[in-house]
């Protein structure tokens, strides 16, 4: 006998659910999700998304050659070429809609209505340190009791859907990252998702560029917080300047994470092995290191303890933490390379900044300072004020790279360390390896644009 779940993934249940039309076999289960063709296997359900480079309607009879049996179409791909592939493929599956993206949003919130509707949904953003707090809190949750969440950081407005509608029902916890880049996103992500519980990381300048300013970004992240209830409510960084901003009309309850939160007793730093955290619960090690790491697991302690996890399921979750890719990953060897590189923002670069002063270290310090992209037109200014904080800083050799950072190395003139500059990765990746020596520490941070994580097998199959 087929489940509640197993009959909403049907082509004909799963029209219903999106407003469209079906054509072929209602009772077809539809198989895994699949946005890229390239990916297609047998039984796969492919959905047709039009991109800025690519119409995923392109890549159709590509996806049921390759073994998919249906696929999300758009009305005018089906009236100018879906019944002929109907004709060509009579046991495969069609749902055909308006927008195709548009219905997969309406499918996912379809799904979590129908099987997610008991669960304590919790939303994560903030312009840094989502994907961290995610992977923390919902760690400490798995302790708890059955809790979903997002791989990786597919939080936008294909990914958040994708994620939703592969989690198990029923489930007690749901910790779904969500992440904007353009001004609305959020109305969509919330509107798919409805998290009761929402936490914002901190306001800063990630993105900035396409949502106009520090105050844009605000005005986006704040609608995270529409659907809050009386189990879950707002978290929020207390020394965040848009606090009371983001906290405004909230009736919700109000947690608020930091340093001076209630039962946080303080931290030690244990450098490359991260820290100890002292709560009225205890002393739980948690080993990510830097300061903005430490402000990662408060974020989460707070969330979970709210959501009822016990300080056994913290310790748990905070004691199992590993670097992310791109994110505090150390590399021992001759040259110990410290890969902080998954993306930058100016307040992040700073933290890192902060994070690689503080590492104990007898040899020498070096910095790969990528650009920093989606500034808009804040990235001169960002980079020369990046560039005159480095200069202030005790290092051995400073490397940037990126046509955006040209302000950022003319303002680091002044400093005194080995200084670069360029735009080509292989000029950057020679003028590195001719400068370290066995025993340097090199620090590589910057934008996703920039691909620094490069670098890391040059520097860990160094030798004189």
């Known amino acids: 006998m087929s489940s509640p779940r197993d009959v909403f993934f049907t082509l004909a249940r799963s029209a219903q659910a999106v407003d469209g039309r079906f054509f072929g076999e209602g009772t077809l289960r539809l198989g895994p999700r699949i946005i890229d063709s390239r990916r297609c296997g047998e039984g796969d359900f492919f959905i047709a998304l039009a991109g800025e480079k690519s119409d995923g309607h392109d890549y159709v009879e590509e996806a049921f050659k390759k073994g998919a049996s249906a696929v999300l179409v758009s009305e005018d791909f089906w009236s100018t070429r879906g019944e002929r592939l109907l004709s060509s493929y009579p046991h495969n599956g069609f749902i055909v809609v308006p927008e195709t993206l548009k219905a997969l949003q309406k499918w996912a919130a379809s799904y979590r209505e129908a099987f997610l509707s008991e669960t304590l949904r919790i939303g994560i953003t903030g312009s840094s340190g989502k994907t961290t707090v995610k992977e923390i809190l919902g760690s400490i949750l798995t302790h708890q009791g059955p809790t979903g969440m997002n791989p990786g950081n597919l939080n936008s407005d294909i990914g958040l859907p994708l994620i939703l509608l592969d989690l198990p029902p029923h489930l007690e916890y749901a910790v779904l990252e969500m992440g904007v880049n353009r001004p609305g996103e959020m109305d969509e992500l ?275």
Not at 282 to 306: C, E, I, K, Q, S
Request: glycine fraction near 12%; proline fraction near 5%.
């Open 190 to 464: 919330v509107e798919v998702f409805q998290p009761q519980m929402a936490l914002v990381t901190h306001i800063g300048t990630a993105h900035i560029g396409p949502l106009g300013s520090r105050q844009g970004i605000a005005d986006e992240k704040r609608k995270i917080f529409r659907h809050l209830t009386p189990r879950g409510g707002a978290v929020v960084w207390a020394g965040d300047g848009h606090k009371d901003y983001l906290l405004e009309g909230i009736s919700a309850p109000v947690l608020l994470f930091g340093e001076d939160q209630k039962g946080f007793k303080g931290a030690t730093d244990l450098g490359f092995e991260g820290w100890v955290l002292h709560f009225e619960g205890g002393d739980f090690p948690f080993p990510l290191m830097g300061r903005h790491n430490m402000h990662n697991a408060l974020a989460a302690v707070t969330a979970a303890r709210h959501a009822g996890a016990s300080w056994a399921a913290v310790a748990a979750g905070l004691a199992e933490q590993k670097p992310l890719f791109g994110r505090g990953e150390v590399f021992p060897g001759p040259v110990t390379v410290v890969a902080d590189c998954y993306n930058a923002n100016p307040e992040s670069f700073l933290r890192g900044l902060e994070t690689l002063n503080k590492l104990p270290w007898k040899g020498r310090k070096l910095l790969v300072a990528g650009a920093m992209g989606e500034l808009g037109g804040s990235s001169e200014e960002a980079h020369r004020s990046l560039g005159s904080q480095i200069a202030g800083e005790a290092l051995d050799g400073v490397f940037f790279f990126g046509v955006s950072s040209r302000p950022a190395w003319e303002a680091a003139s002044s400093g005194r360390f080995h200084l670069f500059f360029t735009e080509d990765y292989r000029s950057l990746e020679a003028e590195v390896l001719k400068y370290v020596r066995p025993g340097d520490l090199i620090y590589l941070k910057g934008s996703r644009v920039t691909a620094l994580e490069r670098l890391i097998e040059p520097l860990r199959s160094f030798h004189v």
